[in-house]
């Protein structure tokens, strides 16, 4: 089998959410737990329990009974039930629009993977504060050219995009070996001019330590989309997690969605990387003194447990110079995320600046001499 799975070309069954009173397609109401029609207006509540965050499947029997631990790329074959068309979604999505009609389609997620997402964090910022966010932003943005803060004034295609993040839990023992470095002040003697002087100098002297630290891990999350650029979405950290809802395909209606890429147990590792930079900071504490070295770290990860979370991203790019330049937006808090483009006239400018004003002031010093 290749690395790019081909399903045969049967359609898949799916999920297409109609109007009970007219038949229309149904969509996500921002900022709801419902759908609305996006023809008479009717209100269909969502039924859903809200999710606890708190909770979490077991990571060691999940692993073993997955049947692989990568999942395979995978391009979905449907077949829109509104204009009857047949097409292929993009690569590893499970909803989207179909392309000829926009009736919002979705894919159950069991097709293909074998964990389903737990919970989903519903969409409560629209489309338009998404802009007014990513505006803010780029106004924002220091050294950025002028020419991009002009085109960035104008609209950009945007797309609603659910990203599914995985979240571990880990309760963490770690055993150190280090040294702890304290300053101390010493006297030299130096010869300055064929003269002898004395001068306080601070040292470090070095001690082997050793030690252990704990720490218990909440909902570290490690996005598990490769389409998606892993910059942005790991630095986007800031979310509500007690907003969450339980999974239900109506939510992911009127936007897209990414199946997992990223296996649990690659995933695992990831959300290892995170939590050794605070267990460092863990040692470092206590190793106390003025300065830490860490030799070796040995960590044990007990009680580990994971969900599979869809957050919501509003996603888009601009092109800029010939360059693409990525943006996403959280979908719950408006935080911006992006790439940018850097005015190199602005920055040397500045740097020309501060270079005139400090030659002004040595200037200015040596005139007092
Ligand atoms: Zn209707
Ligand atoms: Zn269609």
């Given at each position: ?326 943006f996403i937006i959280n979908g719950q808090t408006g935080e911006v995320k992006g790439e940018r483009p850097y005015s190199w006239v602005k920055i040397t400018a500045l740097i020309l600046t501060i270079v005139a004003i400090i030659g002004g002031f040595v200037a200015h010093n040596k005139g007092m001499?």
């Amino acid at each position: 089998m290749t690395q790019e799975e081909s399903l045969d070309k049967k359609p898949v069954e799916h999920f297409q959410f109609q109007c009970k009173s007219c038949g229309f397609e149904l969509d996500h109401e921002i900022g709801q737990n419902s759908l609305v029609c996006q023809s008479c207006g009717a209100v269909e509540p969502i039924d859903t329990e809200s999710f606890n965050v708190f909770s979490a499947n077991p990571y060691d029997s999940t692993v073993l009974d997955l049947v692989r631990n990568e999942p395979t790329d995978v391009h979905f074959h449907v077949r829109c039930d509104t204009c009857g068309a047949g097409f292929d979604f993009p690569k590893n999505t499970h909803a989207d629009e179909c392309p000829y009609c926009g009736q919002n389609i979705i894919v159950p997620v069991n097709l293909q993977r074998q964990l389903k997402p737990d919970a989903v964090l519903p969409f409560d910022i629209k489309e338009e504060q998404a802009n007014a966010s990513f505006r803010k932003w780029i106004k924002g943005l220091w050294f950025a050219p002028n020419s991009l803060k002009r085109l960035a004034m104008r609209k950009h295609p945007i797309q609603g995009t659910y990203i599914p993040y995985w979240a571990f839990d880990a309760d963490t023992y770690s055993s150190y070996t280090g040294q702890r470095g304290t300053n101390y002040t010493t006297t030299v003697t130096v010869r300055v001019n064929g003269q002898t002087q004395t001068r306080l100098v601070t040292k470090i002297r070095w001690n082997y330590v050793s030690g252990n630290v704990s720490n218990e891990f909440d909902n570290v999350l490690v996005p598990a989309s490769e389409m998606m650029a892993t910059k942005l979405t790991t630095s986007m950290t800031k979310w509500n997690l007690v907003k969450a809802e339980e999974y239900n395909p109506k939510f992911l209606s009127g936007y897209r969605s990414e199946l997992y890429q990223v296996g649990l147990p690659r995933g695992f590792q990831k959300s290892k990387d995170i939590m050794i930079r605070t267990i460092r900071r863990l040692i470092r504490r206590d190793i106390g003194g003025d300065h830490q070295r860490i030799s070796t770290v040995n960590t044990r990860y007990e009680r580990v447990g994971f969900k599979l979370m869809l957050m919501p991203l509003w996603v888009s790019a601009f092109l800029y110079k010939q360059k693409t330049f990525r943006f996403i937006i959280n979908g719950q808090t408006g935080e911006v995320k992006g790439e940018r483009p850097y005015s190199w006239v602005k920055i040397t400018a500045l740097i020309l600046t501060i270079v005139a004003i400090i030659g002004g002031f040595v200037a200015h010093n040596k005139g007092m001499i």
